[in-house]
């Protein structure tokens, strides 16, 4: 079976401090993305990163990165110089399926962060 | 490129009643997804279309439940006899798929309709 898990319910993290979020999954395939999306209070659902399996290279977009460590099928994100705005729930995402069965995603439970000001 | 909308955002009914989602993909996606999320949950996959053909269904979408995409663009979700256990947030997200490369395609999500059946 496919799965995501997100073992943090609650993170908190003070302004302009770096946080790292954990997400852990499995998988028996060998090329496929993962995503991180956040859900701030007004509940719509934003991509913050997507990695790929076949590079290497870890994905930075801004203040956010990802620590891919796909032998132990590890997908971590750190967020830096945090600031307020960035509260929200944080989600880890995986496609099932293959070619044939679109992308449709599996999303761990969700990380709760909160920034202290 | 105005993103993925979705009507209406908000919806109250009564338990039995008949209610209709709309979504409005980003124009040039042809990949639409239906998701559903209930409060802490994460979204829980329903169904997905490519251009118009619905591809994959989930268990979770009973025979109560029944998507749409006529032309490839909008698609439409009716939830027929209500039940209290189908108050949820409803998202959906669009995506394009290309021919080339790897198929994972990447998934932008509107702002969902919140179901309240009373």
Redesign the interface.
Known sequence: AQTVTQSQPEMSVQEAETVTLSCTYDTSES???L?W?KQPP??????VI?Q?A?KQQNATENRFSVNFQKAAKSFSLKISDSQLGDAAMY?C?F????????????????TQLTVNP | DTGVSQNPRHKITKRGQNVTFRCDPISEHNRLYWYRQTLGQGPEFLTYFQNEAQLEKSRLLSDRFSAERPKGSFSTLEIQRTEQGDSAMYLCASSFAGTSGTYTDTQYFGPGTRLTVL
Do not use: H, K, N, V
């Open positions: 090329d496929y993305y995503f999306y007004s509940r719509q659902m934003i991509l997507r790929e076949y989600f995402a496609p099932l399926g293959g070619e044939t069965s679109g992308s449709r995603l599996t999303f761990g439970e969700g």
